[in-house]
């Protein structure tokens, strides 16, 4: 008899209504004037689109780097103004698991961030933090009830 892994995605399922009531609480606390955040509802971001490809491949260029998988991305908030002006942007980044010598059974997600140094000076630094998302308006689906509720 086959032993099937545990389902990564068993208890992460939520209801479409609880999903629409998060992107209602996320929608009213950017258009909130008592807490100070009056975005335009036009310039509100909404989604983020993130290529699977993408993912893959981070997590691909990344595997086992100092001989450790790894487990999965962090994305980091950003925005392309200092002032809140739409266009969101997820900076995402490789994490692992490490295990500390003091604590050989808990486990902590560690963000890996690497600088690959240019030799020419013409060449910017490359890093292992990335900005591949495709942020609303752009690249939004307008008839997902996500998208309107």
């Known amino acids: 008899m086959d032993i099937l892994p545990p389902d990564p995605l068993a208890n992460s399922s ?15 606390a950017f258009g909130d004037p008592t807490t100070g955040c009056m975005v335009d509802p036009l ?10 490809a993408d993912i893959k491949a981070l997590a691909d260029k990344y595997e086992h780097f100092y001989g450790k998988p790894v487990v999965g991305v962090r994305a980091y908030f950003g925005l392309m103004h200092p002032k809140f002006e739409g266009h969101i942007r997820l900076l995402l980044v490789p994490v692992l698991a490490v295990y500390e010598p003091e604590h050989p059974i808990q486990v902590h997600f560690r963000d890996l961030i690497v600088e690959h140094h240019r030799l020419s000076p ?6 292992s933090i990335y900005d591949f998302t495709k ?3 752009d690249f939004c689906d307008p008839t997902s009830i996500l998208y309107n509720s």
């Open 43 to 52: 310039l509100l971001p909404r989604a983020a689109f993130i290529p699977i």
């Open 14 to 28: 939520i209801p479409l209504s609880t999903a629409c009531e998060r992107i209602a609480n996320w929608q009213t």
């Open 122 to 127: 013409d060449a910017g630094d490359e890093t």
């Open 135 to 137: 942020p609303c308006p």
